[in-house]
């Protein structure tokens, strides 16, 4: 089992409310791709009330908007809810962007009012990349942006 307390504790130097908020997951997505292995692709995709955009992340270029229910991205926007893809060939509308990527977690950002702010999207070139210990600490990195939001 591996600890991603400091992991976690660490994100905190790169959230500061007074910056803008691109500021903020700009320096985030770059932070997780610096301390995660395996990955291939950190960002972020936001709700502009009608679809998905890309917006700051780390890796190849990707695709520019998403539509709400479509790919991982969508479907955990819409559902409201963290989804893990072990392998992206078997999540049956995985949007590819970057052909390297083999498994993929996707996290909603929803702000305090309730509203759907964006996912934070992780992909990896391996399979099974995102157990659960992963995935509770990105979420928790996610509940600290959403302090900030
Ligand atoms: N795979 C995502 C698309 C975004 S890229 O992975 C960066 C999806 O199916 O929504």
């Not at 950190?42 to 709400?68: H, N, W």
Request: aromatic content about 12%.
């Amino acid at each position: 089992m591996e600890n991603y307390k400091s992991f976690v504790e660490n994100a905190k130097y790169y959230l500061d409310k007074d910056l803008h908020f691109i500021t903020n997951l700009a320096n985030i997505s770059a932070y997780i791709y610096q301390e995660i292995e395996q990955l291939n692709w950190v960002g972020f995709y936001l709700y502009d009330s009608l679809e998905l955009y890309l917006g700051p992340f780390q890796g190849k270029p990707a695709c520019t908007s998403i539509a709400m229910g479509r790919g991982v991205c969508g479907t955990a926007a819409t559902k409201l809810e963290t989804i893990v893809v072990d392998d992206v060939h078997a999540f049956k509308d995985h949007i590819t962007c970057d052909s390297e990527s083999k498994s993929e977690i996707v996290i909603p950002i929803v702000t305090r009012f309730g509203n759907l702010f964006g996912v934070l999207d992780v992909d990896s070139p391996i399979l099974n990349r995102f157990d659960n210990d992963l995935k509770v600490a990105l979420e928790e990195i996610v509940n600290l942006m959403v302090d900030i939001l």
